[in-house]
């Protein structure tokens, strides 16, 4: 008997064009022989919609427009009552489906920072990806920093900022983010993801606009000094025994992996297995699943760190929704491992069924 699984899409998230991307992956790639596959786009303003369009209309953002395909759409919050709930043309009436496992396929605020999470743990269904502690810490680059620090985890130099003061202080924000490093400094929302937001500033005119642009996307900005090394990425899967694939390598082809870099221009290329040594590659697994465990991650993760000349890791951060995009590393490395797209979906949905029971 089919499953059926559901796969949320959008939502109100800076990474609203990503998640477009990635869930026609995903939905190209589930085994139409085992799952009855169920679409609900949530739209830029937060409304949750039945699709039963094309993909191609996903992919092109045309989806919430597509009026003869879309049903207002609402999970029950009931424990254990697993229905979606979708609004009919007779007024107070609805359909039913009952949902075995949810894929969210989303990225950003409001998706992948423990709100989605919080909301899918009250219904009982089962989901891929961490809860929504760990969901919520990782998320933000602070409270990660803050806690894999008690562990003698390696990371950059950083400095924190809250929006009131770099707007109120931009000169003492510029003082204190100097005494972090020299400069190239990089300035980051705390919140944040695909690069969304992130500047690289050389000097203090190019700090304060980055101070700004960063504070424009969360209420919270770090400054990191620049680490120079390779941007090496590994994929963690698992619950309680996790697993990480061989790290690969992005070469950005300009001066940082920013938006542009990875999903618009060609510059960017990548290497799998990432160019270090073999002892350097088990070493970033080994961190990797290290700090997945830290964090309470299950399901899967991505773990991002740079790898110095001299072989020195340091951590970058960890996304616990990584993309899924055809270019996206995380499904990537697990092919490389032998592992096809379609059969990583199938473990992924068995992670999250036996971590609900």
């Known amino acids: 008997m089919k499953k059926n699984v559901l796969c949320l899409f959008g939502g109100r998230s800076t990474e609203y064009k990503v998640s477009l991307r990635s869930v026609c992956t995903v939905l190209d790639a589930l ?21 039963t369009g094309t993909n191609e209309a996903i992919l092109a953002d045309r989806w919430h ?7 207002r759409a609402m999970l029950s919050s009931s424990w254990g009552d697993h229905k979606l709930y979708i609004e009919c043309e007779t007024e107070n009436t ?57 562990f003698g985890i390696p990371q950059a130099k950083c400095a924190v900022f809250t929006r009131t003061r770099i707007d109120t202080d931009p000169i003492g924000a510029c003082d204190e983010a100097e005494a972090v490093s020299a400069y190239p400094l990089f300035v980051k929302p705390a919140n944040a993801g695909s690069s969304i ?15 700004r642009l960063a504070a424009s996307y969360d209420d919270k900005v770090l400054v990191e000094e620049c680490i120079i090394g390779r941007e090496v990425e590994c994929a963690v899967l698992g619950n309680e025994q996790p697993a990480a694939a061989i790290p690969g390598e992005i070469n950005a082809g300009a001066a940082f992996y920013d938006y542009d870099a990875k999903y618009i221009t060609d510059t960017s290329s990548d290497y799998i297995p990432a160019r270090i040594s073999e002892a350097a590659l088990e070493a970033v697994r080994a961190y990797a699943v290290q700090i997945y465990e830290i964090l309470g991650c299950r399901g899967l993760s991505r773990v991002d760190f740079f790898v110095t000349a001299d072989e020195q890791i340091i951590f970058n951060e960890i996304n616990t929704l990584p993309g899924f995009t055809s270019i996206s590393m995380y499904p990537k490395l697990w092919n490389h491992m032998g592992k096809s797209t379609t059969a990583l979906l199938d473990e992924l949905i068995a992670l999250a069924e036996a971590a609900g029971k």
């Not at 022989?33 to 937060?46: A, P, Q």
């Not at 427009?65 to 049903?71: E, F, T, V």
């Not at 929504?132 to 806690?147: E, N, P, Q, R």
């Open 31 to 51: 085994d139409k022989e085992k799952y009855n596959i169920v679409r609900v786009g949530i739209t830029e303003d937060g409304r949750w919609y039945h699709y």
């Open 65 to 71: 427009a597509d009026d003869a395909n879309l049903r």
């Open 94 to 150: 609805f359909d039913t489906v009952t949902i075995d496992a949810v894929i969210p396929v989303v990225h950003g605020a409001y998706c992948e920072d423990g709100t989605l999470q919080g909301l899918l743990s009250m219904t009982g269904i089962p989901y891929v990806g961490p809860h929504c502690a760990a969901s919520a810490v990782a998320m933000d680059k602070v409270f990660t920093k803050l806690i894999l620090n008690n």
């Open 197 to 211: 937001g992130v500047s690289k500033a050389d000097d203090r005119t190019a700090l304060i606009a980055a101070l």
